[in-house]
């Protein structure tokens, strides 16, 4: 038995926003949106998962959808409002998770695709049943989340590290 600490990451990609004569990173959140947010905050409360961290992109939708989710949580955690997650790329994403704190157990990621559901692609080594092809199908669509577990330290996060334990979607 690994003396290693297991950690979770949650993925989870922004509900659905508007388009608008607004710049990319200020569109808000389409009624869709608004009211698939909190069903995923719902969902992640029912998970058992309490996030010691969420990580946020600056994007006026994704600090949206975490505002609707997270009131669904019954504890909040600690919120981090990052640049980088905003048009990330598969490498910033990891560059990013190596940094967290090994005090952080359970992670919330809140951004965009295609960098979220590239991110759950690449660490899931492995998955239970058949999670991996279904969010692969489903293309990751708004407000979905996937939940991945791994031990060890956030340093060591890199392809397939993880386990694809959970993978949620309202609509699919």
């Given at each position: 038995m690994s003396s290693e600490p297991t950690r979770r990451i949650v993925i989870l990609r922004h509900a659905k926003a508007e388009w608008s004569d607004e710049s990319d990173h200020e569109r808000p959140l389409a009624d869709r949106g608004r009211k698939d947010a909190?069903?995923?905050?719902?969902?992640l409360a029912g998970s058992g998962i309490?996030?010691?961290?969420?990580?946020?992109?600056t994007s006026a939708r994704t600090r949206e959808t975490w505002k609707l989710a997270v009131s669904e949580l019954p504890e909040r955690p600690r919120t981090v409002y990052e640049d980088r997650l905003y048009e990330a790329s598969l490498g910033e994403l990891i560059a990013v998770l190596n940094e967290v704190s090994d005090e952080v157990a359970d992670l919330v990621l809140i951004g965009h695709n295609p960098g979220m559901h590239a991110l759950a692609d690449a660490l899931a080594g492995e998955a239970e049943a058949d999670l991996l092809p279904r969010m692969n199908r489903s293309?990751?669509?708004?407000?979905a989340m996937a939940v991945l577990a791994f031990t060890g330290s956030w340093k060591s996060v890199e392809h397939g590290v993880a386990r694809l334990v959970a993978f949620w979607a309202p609509h699919a």
């Open positions: 909190p069903v995923a905050g719902r969902w309490t996030p010691d961290l969420a990580l946020c992109s293309g990751f669509p708004t407000s």
